[in-house]
């Protein structure tokens, strides 16, 4: 039952996709309705109590599937399996990166790669700029965020102490 557990979660982990909560409906599939080993009610409370552990909730309901049916080992067992495809595609993504970040097409590669994550961040910074900025007071607390961590270089956990402050002594 220990390696039926270990490549369950083995195959959760490879072959699910779009974070946490998309990786419930295919622990529920595999652990509720094909292997039978928590009914609907217990898989409920799994994801209620992963969702209040700090952690991922894909690891978090791993561990205490494994646990629930095969005590320590099988929480040791099961959250190994749900996280062992990722640690092998970093590691081959690593050693790649190590044995490739000299060559020139790389390094090319790799700034092309930097300009697409600006453009994610950007992408993003529009998506939520029109929501966030509501009114005179919050755009000239956000421009003056803007400049004060730009000219200074400003820690960004500082800037947010110091806006939230603006905003509550003054807005």
Not at 27 to 49: C, R
């Amino acid at each position: 039952m220990y390696w039926q557990m270990f490549f369950t979660f083995m195959k959760i982990g490879l072959f699910s996709f779009g974070g946490g909560y998309a990786i419930l409906a295919m622990i529920q599939q595999e652990v509720v309705i094909k292997n039978l080993w928590l009914t609907q009610s217990q898989f409920v409370d799994v994801v209620a109590i992963s969702q209040m552990t700090p952690g991922p909730i894909a690891i978090n309901a791993a561990t205490f599937i494994g646990y629930q049916k095969g005590g320590i080992p099988g929480a040791l067992l099961c959250t190994f399996g749900v996280i062992f495809p990722s640690l092998i595609i970093m590691l081959i993504v690593t050693i790649s990166y190590l044995k490739l970040k000299g060559k020139a097409w790389f390094k090319n590669l790799f700034s092309k790669l930097r300009l697409l994550s600006v453009g994610l961040i950007a992408a993003a910074l529009i998506m939520v700029f029109r929501d966030a900025m509501q009114d005179m007071f919050t755009i000239l607390v956000f421009l003056l965020c803007l400049i004060v961590t730009w000219k200074y270089k400003t820690n960004p956990f500082y800037m947010l102490i110091g806006a939230a402050l603006i905003g509550i002594l003054l807005g």
